[in-house]
C-alpha cells in the first residue's frame, strides 16, 4: 500500500511542474526583475527550465512575464 501511495505522489508532483523560457533579456529591465529570473533558474536567453506550479512560482512567472514563455 505504501508503494502504491508513494507512486501516486510521485506522479502527481510530476504533474505539477511548469516549463518556463526566458525569451527576452533583462538588460534595461529593473534589477529586482533579473533577480527574479535568476531566482527562477534562468542564467541566459532562451534557457528553460522546469518549475514547480506553486502560488510563489506562479507569482515569480507574473512579475517577468513580458520577458518569458510558460509551457
Do not use: W
Amino acid at each position: 500500500m505504501a508503494k502504491r501511495a508513494a507512486k501516486k505522489a510521485d506522479k502527481q508532483a510530476e504533474a505539477r511542474r511548469i516549463s518556463v523560457k526566458l525569451v527576452k533579456s533583462t538588460i534595461g529591465f529593473d534589477k529586482k526583475q533579473a533577480t527574479v529570473a535568476q531566482g527562477l533558474g534562468l542564467k541566459f536567453l532562451n534557457d528553460t527550465v522546469e518549475v514547480m506550479d506553486t502560488p510563489a512560482m506562479r507569482g515569480m512567472i507574473h512579475k517577468i512575464r513580458h520577458l518569458v514563455e510558460v509551457h
